[in-house]
């Protein structure tokens, strides 16, 4: 019986490392996406910029000559 108890603990023991383990790699993994999602967002931000600067409406788009001069 305490063999049977001892070893119990151990599994339990052993489960809760596994576990313990997983979280902090996810934590890690959700650590990235975010900073990846503020990398991305900053790109979509000067991106938006940039296209600012051009003119694509559709009578532009239609008749590029007259929007260029």
Same mark, same amino acid.
Not at 19 to 42: F, R
């Given at each position: 019986?305490?063999?049977?108890?001892?070893?119990? +603990?151990?599994?339990?023991?052993?489960?809760? +490392?596994?576990?313990? #383990?997983?979280?902090?790699?996810?934590?890690? =993994?959700?650590?990235?996406?975010?900073?990846?999602?503020?990398? &991305?967002? +900053?790109?979509?931000?000067? &991106?938006?910029?940039?296209? =600012?600067?051009?003119?694509?409406?559709?009578?532009?788009? &239609?008749?590029?000559?007259?929007? #260029? +001069?």
């Amino acid at each position: 019986m305490i063999e049977e108890v001892s070893d119990i +603990g151990r599994k339990t023991a052993d489960e809760s +490392g596994r576990a313990s #383990a997983a979280a902090q790699q996810q934590a890690a =993994s959700m650590t990235q996406v975010s900073d990846n999602v503020e990398s &991305l967002s +900053g790109r979509a931000k000067q &991106l938006r910029e940039l296209l =600012s600067t051009f003119d694509v409406s559709e009578s532009a788009l &239609l008749n590029p000559q007259k929007a #260029a +001069g």
